[in-house]
């Protein structure tokens, strides 16, 4: 019985997954995701159980080779590009943001906003906005391939591997 369980669930997951990617595809013409450091998350014990389960390796592969079908962009952000840490209002970046903050609080403008949905914002603007501590050069590295297909990835200076966003254009 805990197999056809374990079964189930697994297929739950696998169908939610194709119905996502798929949708994310069709309906948007380029879409930006953040290259996590899962590894390095999962050292978290408290969270890891949620974050494996989570299956971000087969979310980007789906969404990378169903983009190619509808003829979408998928933008990955490098896992430097501080989304989190950045003020979608103004720019400003925090130096240290906890995990268990949850609200945004810029203290240059005082803009108040989900963390989720600021960060959300932000890989929307990305790679246009011109962010304050970009590499020289930084933005036209090299792409990566996927499926055949390259698969933009774009570095800033900044430390931001905890955040979870896909910011749709």
């Known amino acids: 019985m805990p197999q056809r369980r374990t079964a189930r669930i697994a297929n739950i997951r696998a169908d939610a997954l194709h119905k996502l990617t798929t ?3 069709k309906n948007h013409g380029r ?5 996590l450091n899962v590894r390095g998350m999962a050292k978290n014990h408290k969270l890891a159980s949620a974050i494996l389960d ?3 390796f087969e979310f980007r592969r789906q969404l ?3 983009a190619d079908w509808y003829g979408s962009e998928v933008v990955v952000a490098n896992r430097f590009f501080a989304s989190s840490k950045t003020c979608s209002a103004c720019g400003a970046k925090k130096p240290v943001l ?4 949850r609200t945004y609080r810029c203290d240059s403008c005082g ?8 960060a959300a914002r932000n890989l929307e603007q990305y790679p246009t906005a011109s962010y304050a501590g970009v ?13 055949g297909k390259a698969v933009k990835q774009e570095a800033n200076s900044s430390l931001d591997d905890v955040q ?5 254009a």
């Open 111 to 118: 803009h108040t906003q989900d963390r989720d949905l600021n």
């Open 64 to 66: 990378t080779y169903k």
């Open 135 to 147: 590499a020289c050069g930084a933005l036209n590295n090299p792409a990566a391939t996927a499926n």
């Open 98 to 101: 906890k995990l268990s903050e």
């Open 31 to 35: 879409i930006v995701i953040e290259d």
């Open 54 to 56: 989570g299956g971000f």
């Open 164 to 168: 979870i966003c896909v910011g749709l």
């Open 23 to 25: 949708h994310l595809a």
